[in-house]
């Protein structure tokens, strides 16, 4: 279950209460993909996901503005777990960080970064990154998204 939004204080939107939100694929398209916005950007996720489980992924950590109240979001950014992934499987793209990422935003409209990554401003690694609110520093949830054989 995702549950439900808070405010906090000079933050822009709402956002998830802290920690990680482990739920299905269909529970993030019925709470988050209700504009023709989302609903492009919740394809190329989906599209996105279906090329990183086939290669043996087995969770990814949503994070971006598609997971708070912002009623058009630019965007989604996805953590994956390289862990158990076939290189040969894998589309090659998520490997790509040229221009800011520009060929992944292109074709699955968010970025992707492994979770064995750190942020390159906080030294931070990914997940953790994702669970601070970029305006006020302040905890935020993210969600889990596990791969279902």
């Not at 996720?45 to 503005?65: I, M, T």
């Not at 953590?79 to 992934?85: E, G, I, Q, Y």
């Not at 074709?107 to 305006?135: H, N, W």
Request: proline share 6%; aromatic share 14%; glycine share 8%.
């Amino acid at each position: 279950m995702i549950p439900d939004f808070i405010n906090i204080k000079d933050a822009p939107w709402a956002v998830l209460p802290a920690g990680i939100h482990t739920t299905s694929i269909g529970q993030v398209q019925l709470r988050f993909a209700y504009n023709e916005r989302r609903q492009f950007l919740f394809r190329g996720l989906e599209e996105a996901l279906q090329n990183l489980f086939d290669a043996g992924c087995r969770q990814c950590f949503l994070d971006g503005s598609f997971i708070t109240a912002k009623p058009l979001p630019n965007d989604y950014e996805l953590c994956w777990d390289p862990a158990f992934v076939s290189p040969d499987i894998l589309d090659t793209i998520f490997l790509d960080f040229d221009d800011m990422r520009a060929a992944q935003k292109e074709k699955y409209g968010g970025e992707f970064f492994p979770t064995i990554m750190t942020e390159g401003f906080s030294g931070k690694p990914f997940v953790e990154f994702f669970q601070t609110e970029k305006d006020t520093g302040a905890r935020k949830g993210i969600i889990r998204l596990l791969h279902t054989y």
